[in-house]
């Protein structure tokens, strides 16, 4: 039998350091925020025959007045173009623009997009507030779920360390992301808001079940000091937990390589959190409660 309990510190130290590097590159170089929280427009065009390169590409739209034009590659022959907030008019001036001066292979606009810089800011505001009312509705289900096992820790003190291992999970993925955005220049938009969310609800459901099943033992009156049930309960769920997670990976390894670029680093936010989920589920949710306890114990001895 595993002593995930016992080891505890090991775990809290390898999840501080992952949260340092975490804090520091937010701190240093934040998030390389997408045109859906800092407003603009968005292209993606496909070339029949050969993309041209980058420069060709400004090159052949300087005198539309652009702003800070940004190109990125997609696929074998598509480009995906940034730039400011543009009307119709001006959008389909682009691909005027990229049709004529490309003659003699076909160009096929595969997507528009277009965000006010009004509409940016109140999603960045509503993603915040989705993240806090998710949260903050986890405790109170949790103490609902968890009120006939108060004993002899508060039932809502399970929901409050289910949420600090979801924070401990949004940091990291966030912060994987900052050194990506930094260093790749790989921007997060809505999609990202979305795959938190989603990371969200598969690392709770996974400490539930371990929760869940240390309800199950104290309930039956398990012989024991409390630290000894919760190790057997996450030792008793934790290749369930580890199967779940490995299936979901496999499938998301494959939307990964063999989906689409506007999905790519959505999936990758996703395979980064159910990672890290899986193992605050196991090895960060339930050593807090344990030492939760211990704290009260010490509390209440003085």
Known sequence: MLRI????KINYSISAILAIISIVSLVMWGLKLGLDFTGGSLTEVNFSNSRPANNEVSGQLADLNLGDLKIQTADEKGIILRFKAVDEE????????????????????????SVGPVI????KNK?????????????????????????PVASW????????????????????????????????????ITALLTVLGFSVHDTIVV?????????????????????????????RSINTSVTTLLALLALYIFGGDSTRYFVLALIAGIIVGTYSSI????????????FAKRLKSK
Request: hydrophobic residues 45%; charged residues 25%.
């Open 211 to 239: 929760f869940d099943r240390t309800r199950e033992n104290l309930s039956k009156h398990y012989s024991g000091n409390f630290e000894d049930v919760v190790n057997d309960s996450v030792n008793q769920t934790v290749s």
């Open 283 to 294: 090895f960060v949710a339930s050593p807090i409660v344990v030492d939760w306890n211990r």
């Open 120 to 123: 940016g800011e109140e999603l």
């Open 90 to 113: 001006t959008h389909q001036k682009i691909i005027k623009e990229l049709k004529d001066k490309n003659q003699g292979q076909e160009v096929k606009e595969l997507r528009f997009e």
């Open 5 to 8: 309990i016992q080891n505890r």
């Open 127 to 151: 993603a915040w507030l989705a993240l806090i009312l998710a949260s903050l509705a986890i405790i109170l289900y949790i103490a609902y779920a968890f009120r006939k096992v108060s004993k």
């Open 157 to 192: 003190k399970y929901g409050v360390a289910a949420v600090v291992a979801l924070l401990h999970d949004i940091l990291i993925v966030t912060g994987l992301f900052s050194l990506l955005g930094h260093f790749m220049g790989i921007e997060v938009d809505s999609l990202f």
